[in-house]
């Protein structure tokens, strides 16, 4: 199991304090369940700032939140 970074902690945190599921985060931002689910769990560590970007967009949220070490 990889380890997850603070990138996929933080997008996995602020969308389930949010409700928001994967499908409903898929929806907003045009990326795939699975790949949001890799991000969270760790699988994909690195992200294009045009994703981040949007998942910051879709989660109302600043870009550095998504980026700060828990």
Known sequence: MNEISSLGKNI??????NNIDRSKLSNLTGI??????????????TL????IEKIA???????????RRI
């Open 12 to 17: 996995k945190l602020i969308r389930v304090v």
């Open 57 to 67: 967009k879709a989660l109302n949220i600043n870009i550095e939140i998504l980026n």
């Open 32 to 45: 795939e369940q699975l790949t949001l689910y890799e991000i969270e769990c760790g699988d994909i560590q």
């Open 48 to 51: 294009s700032e045009d994703d």
